[in-house]
């Protein structure tokens, strides 16, 4: 089944604590992408990746990392979260040939006290 | 900076109505698509539309493009309360960036 995962769906942690987030697809996609979801401000992309060792900033990617080693991963790193960055995150992958639509994982709600 | 604009934030609607939603965007894409969203869930495709395209239907889906006025709208027809969900349009630019716009929340009232 094409599918987009992310782990975890769920992540409670302090400020400052370095955490990761993870994502993987399936579906030999060039195109990886990472989201935040806030209410009123929709979906705000943070870093994209065209390709493999090919990663470019987004709107918002102040206070994050990425990295694409791997086509089918792209992990999404937060080196000293703060509260602002308490959002729902997503993480999407589509082909880079032609007209395609993106697949998206299930969220992961991540809280920064 | 956000790409699409959708216009309402939010509709009501009854059960069989017909939902319109509306999307606006500022530079020149290749294509725009639509997608849903159920509550705190992952987006989900509906329908795509390219540019050179002016309108496409996909079931009870409708969706118009006018790129002179950089605009589409979905229609949903006959709505059901199961349509209930966000519903975000999404400029497909040069270089492979899909940006979404702020979303319409849609309720459908059985």
């Known amino acids: 089944e094409a599918q987009v995962t992310q782990n975890p769906r769920y992540l409670i942690t302090v400020t400052g604590k370095k955490l990761t987030v993870t994502c993987s697809q399936n579906?030999?996609?060039?195109?990886m992408s990472w989201y935040r979801q806030d209410p009123g401000l929709g979906l705000r992309q943070i870093y994209y990746s065209m390709n493999v060792e090919v990663t470019d900033k987004g709107d918002v990617p102040e206070g994050y990392k990425v990295s694409r080693k791997e086509k089918r991963n792209f992990p999404l790193i937060l080196e000293s979260p703060s509260p602002n960055q308490t959002s729902l995150y997503f993480c999407?992958?589509?082909?880079?040939?032609?007209?395609?639509?993106?697949?998206f994982g299930q969220g992961t709600r991540l809280t920064v006290v | 900076s956000q790409q699409g604009e959708e216009d309402p934030q939010a509709l009501s609607i009854q059960e069989g109505e017909n939902a319109t939603m509306n999307c606006s965007y500022k530079t020149s894409i290749n294509n725009l698509q639509w997608y849903r969203q159920n509550s705190g869930r992952g987006l989900v495709h509906l329908i795509l539309i390219r540019s050179n395209e002016r309108e496409k239907h996909s079931g009870r889906l409708r969706v118009t493009l006018d790129t002179s006025k950089k605009s589409s709208s979905l229609l949903i027809t006959a709505s059901r309360a199961a349509d209930t969900a966000s519903y975000f349009c999404?400029?497909?630019?040069?270089?492979?960036?899909?940006?979404f716009g702020q979303g319409t929340e849609l309720s459908v009232k059985p």
């Open positions: 579906m030999n996609h060039e195109y």
């Open positions: 999407a992958s589509r082909s880079n040939t032609g007209s395609s639509e993106a697949f």
């Open positions: 999404a400029t497909d630019r040069q270089g492979g960036k899909l940006i």
